[in-house]
């Protein structure tokens, strides 16, 4: 017994090859492309993502660099204007304690002069005194 396919089937069996091959050509092809196409972007985005991690490191160790560099400056600025402000005030206190020696010394000699003139007046008045009362005593006396 032979069975003889029946028109029906080769029918379907013609659809079914020819909607293979349209879904091939019309779906599953471009499909693919764009899968493929979708993965280089993938690959050429990590590489420029890598890329730019690469730079950005370059440019964040180049900073840090310039960073502390700078620091640096800045601390050996602040040391030499801190020294020259501690030479400042070295130099001032040296200054004030000058004055304050020369207008201690003049004050001592003031006081000495007036010292001086304080006992030759006390000196003239006692002797002026001790004539008066001498006098007194004299006159009560006689």
């Given at each position: 017994?032979?069975?003889?396919?029946d028109l029906s089937a080769?029918?379907?069996?013609a659809l079914v090859v020819l909607l293979v091959l349209?879904?091939?050509?019309?779906f599953f092809e471009p499909l693919a492309r764009t899968m493929e196409a979708r993965e280089e972007n993938r690959a050429e985005a990590r590489r420029r993502r890598q890329g730019a991690e690469a730079e950005a490191?370059?440019?964040?160790?180049?900073?840090?660099?310039?960073?502390?560099?700078?620091?640096?400056v800045g601390y050996r600025e602040m040391d030499r204007v801190r020294q020259e402000a501690g030479?400042?005030?070295?130099?001032?206190?040296?200054?004030?304690?000058?004055?304050?020696?020369?207008?201690l010394e003049a004050g001592k000699r003031s006081l000495r002069e007036e010292s001086a003139h304080a006992a030759v007046e006390l000196e003239a008045d006692a002797e002026s005194l001790a004539s008066e009362l001498a006098a007194r005593v004299l006159r009560r006396a006689s």
């Open positions: 017994m032979t069975i003889i396919p080769l029918v379907v069996s349209v879904l091939k050509s019309q490191a370059r440019t964040e160790a180049r900073l840090s660099e310039a960073l502390a560099e700078v620091r640096r030479e400042r005030a070295e130099r001032s206190l040296a200054e004030s304690r000058e004055r304050a020696s020369r207008a």
